[in-house]
T-cell receptor, first 112, second 116 residues
Framework: AQSVTQLDSHVSVSEGTPVLLRCNYS??????LFWYVQHPNKGLQLLLK??????LVKGINGFEAEFKKSETSFHLTKPSAHMSDAAEYFC??????????FGAGTILRVKS | GAVVSQHPSRVICKSGTSVKIECRSL??????MFWYRQFPKKSLMLMAT?????????EQGVEKDKFLINHASLTLSTLTVTSAHPEDSSFYIC????????????FGPGTRLTVL
């Protein structure tokens, strides 16, 4: 069965500094991997998606993630944090079929 | 594109009453919709998978008689919480997949249910 581990429950960065949100996955097959963002009391917005094409995936708002099969990782990065990036981020895995499995989430705080 | 709406965004009801939540795909057809529940400070838990024109598939531990799901058209799924109790208070989020599309799910904004 697939699973997702987000290694940090909270990450705090200063505005303008890089962001790194870590995610490790476990999957029996070639997975699809996603990062979603959720702002307070809002639904989830898709940031980016990996589906076995390029291992470096670029998403919206300057975010990108790199799929590393040898490390079973799919970390999310952004070169320069903005105040509007403060939110909760979910790493998600999907194998063939419909079911998504969510990580526990990482709350990103951006300090001015 | 790929916008999903939910109605209502917030609902407060008395214990013992039933509440219906609608999930609509506004600009695409969705053969499959999903219902999730999110507890405070927790991740999303899949409750059920809903396919248009057929019965929903519920996850283990989710009471199908309490959480009634109907997917009558390619753009609308409804979740009815029957005989609601305070422990049913939660944030309910739906998502939809494009008909014939890949496994990307597009999420609605969620419905905050409070049962008094």
């Amino acid at each position: 069965a697939q699973s997702v581990t987000q290694l940090d429950s909270h990450v705090s960065v200063s505005e303008g500094t890089p962001v790194l949100l870590r995610c490790n996955y476990s999957s029996s097959y070639s997975p699809s991997l996603f990062w979603y963002v959720q702002h307070p009391n809002k639904g989830l917005q898709l940031l980016l998606k990996y589906t076995s094409a390029a291992t470096l995936v670029k998403g919206i708002n300057g975010f990108e993630a790199e799929f590393k099969k040898s490390e079973t990782s799919f970390h999310l990065t952004k070169p320069s944090a903005h105040m509007s990036d403060a939110a909760e981020y979910f790493c998600v895995v999907s194998e063939y079929g419909n079911k998504l499995v969510f990580g526990a989430g990482t709350i990103l705080r951006v300090k001015s | 594109g790929a916008v999903v709406s939910q109605h209502p965004s917030r609902v407060i009801c008395k214990s013992g009453t039933s509440v219906k939540i609608e999930c609509r795909s506004l600009d695409f057809q969705a053969t499959t919709m999903f219902w999730y529940r999110q507890f405070p400070k927790k991740s999303l838990m899949l409750m059920a998978t809903s396919n248009e024109g057929s019965k929903a598939t519920y996850e283990q531990g989710v009471e199908k008689d309490k959480f009634l799901i109907n997917h009558a058209s390619l753009t609308l799924s409804t979740l009815t919480v029957t005989s609601a109790h305070p422990e049913d208070s939660s944030f309910y989020i739906c998502s939809a997949k494009l008909a014939g599309g890949a496994d990307t799910q597009y999420f609605g904004p969620g419905t905050r249910l409070t049962v008094l």
